[in-house]
């Protein structure tokens, strides 16, 4: 094919919405905006099930059809050998029924989310089309934060200081979760900001003003240190560090004249481990060493969720773990401590594999361009292909700076059942589809062969 014929290609074939592309963007919202809670009418008919139900039908039928091996995904495989170890290990368990219960309802459930959009996610389009869906949502939940803390109605004492809650019942009612889940959003809008237009920069823009006032309001330390994890990735990563530096510094010192001392104090007993009211610290600390006896009794673990059954038996703080790494010691094992590493490690991996692919596919437009400036018919693609590398080199580096951000609140958290994993592990395969298939360009064409006239 010649470059001028995958123009006109990409031309007609690189924006069409259809309608499996909106039931996934149905379900994005769905699942972030928690519609069955509210609107009783969406709950009761469980629309989230219908909706992911049809998307399970049509990822199957996509998945028999290809031509390539799904499983043969090396981050598939260690999201179905995390899987296996899970099942294997629920005849282990104090509770087996407590674990299978969490496990359909927060891994297997949560795990098709990857499954959804490794399989229906194939070009930048729809990449974006599921990114914006996801602002939306958070740009939702931002607002009603926003207008909870202005009018007060979500605002209310917890451990001595006046902190931001989300909605109560929902997965960011409590200050921690609204401050963690937000703080994902961050590295998106970060690395994607600078390739927007002024319209969506300034919804960007708002967005992050939702974020900070979230973060500053929950009063959430674990969101604190995750935070300044964040800044110090991204200025160890930055081409204008000394700049970026005196920005950060002016901005945090500018925001510490202005927050109200109970805020400024509750960061500071980050470091210095004093509290207002209460015993979180020392609480959480219980629950480290608890966490570690019980692994050191149970190498195997006592099961998913059987932490707090074991706590409860031998009449200590019956807590989960509030650690990530203990949690998944205590409760899955060396096996599925091992598993999970695999995880993490493929997901990192793989990044990085997306980031050289890409960088490789714009050294080669740019052996080109001298002959893309030649044809004013290919100016208007060669846009459309950098547009594209940029954006998903883009989705690449967020990636890993949410999955970083992710790793470090582990420490504060206990999040081994929680969506982040998967939603992480469906963006990088998504990523990884849109170069393996060339659809950047629209074909399924080697790139280099793109510009052979």
């Known amino acids: ?39 009783v009418i969406f709950g009761k008919i469980r629309l989230e099930f219908i ?81 914006i869906t996801s602002f939306v949502a958070f740009f939702k939940i931002g607002m009603e934060s926003f207008l909870g803390k202005i009018t007060g109605s979500m605002v209310w004492e917890n451990q001595g200081v006046m902190r931001l809650h989300g909605t109560q019942g929902s997965m960011f009612g409590h200050p921690n979760s609204l401050s963690g889940k937000f703080l994902g959003i961050f590295p998106f809008i970060w690395y994607i900001f600078p390739l927007t237009n002024k319209k969506w920069k300034m919804l960007l823009l ?64 980050s470091f210095t481990g004093l509290e207002k009211e209460g015993a979180s610290s020392e609480t959480r600390k219980g629950l480290f060493y608890d966490s570690i006896d019980v692994f ?10 059987g932490f707090i059954v074991v706590q409860k038996m031998y009449g200590r703080n019956a807590q989960d773990t509030h650690n990530l790494y203990t949690q998944i010691l205590a409760e ?61 080199s ?9 999955l970083g951000i992710r790793l470090i609140l582990g420490f504060f958290g206990h999040d081994l059942y929680e969506i982040y994993w998967w939603i992480i592990a469906g963006s990088v395969i998504s990523v990884e589809n849109c170069i393996k298939n060339s659809k950047v360009f629209g074909q399924k064409t080697e790139p280099i062969n793109l510009f052979v006239r």
């Open 332 to 392: 899955t094992g060396v096996q599925g401590f091992a598993a999970f590493g695999i995880l993490i490690f493929l997901i990192f991996r793989q990044i990085s594999l997306n980031i050289r692919a890409l960088d490789r596919m714009k050294n080669e437009r740019d052996f080109y361009v001298k002959e893309i400036e030649k044809s004013n018919t290919n100016l208007e693609i060669d846009k459309f292909f950098l547009d594209d590398i940029n954006f998903l």
């Open 51 to 131: 909706v992911g139900f049809l998307l399970s039908i049509i990822a199957v039928l996509k998945i028999a059809k290809s031509e390539q091996s799904f499983i043969g995904n090396p981050l598939i495989k260690a999201i179905i050998f995390f899987h296996i170890v899970i099942i294997v290990s629920l005849p282990l368990s104090v509770s087996i029924e407590r674990s299978f219960e969490i496990y359909l309802d927060h891994i297997f459930k949560l795990t098709m989310i990857s499954i959804f959009m490794s399989v229906l996610i194939n070009t930048t389009f729809q990449l974006k089309l599921f990114l």
């Open 394 to 402: 883009a989705v690449c580096k967020a990636s890993q700076l949410f």
């Open 296 to 305: 050191l009794d149970n190498p195997f673990g006592v099961g998913i969720g």
């Open 206 to 269: 708002i967005m992050s003003l939702f974020i900070g006032n979230i973060l500053i309001f929950t009063a959430s330390r674990t969101g604190y240190i995750s935070f300044l994890f964040a800044l110090a990735y991204i200025l160890y990563h930055s081409n204008k560090r000394l700049k970026l530096f005196s920005i950060i510094i002016t901005c945090l010192a500018i925001t510490f004249c202005f927050i109200s001392d109970q805020y400024s104090d509750r960061f500071m007993s």
């Open 1 to 39: 094919m010649s470059y001028i014929e995958a123009t006109q290609s990409i031309k007609n074939n690189s924006h069409r919405v259809n309608i499996v592309d909106l039931l996934l963007s149905a379900f994005v919202l769905i699942w972030w905006l928690e519609i069955g809670l509210r609107i």
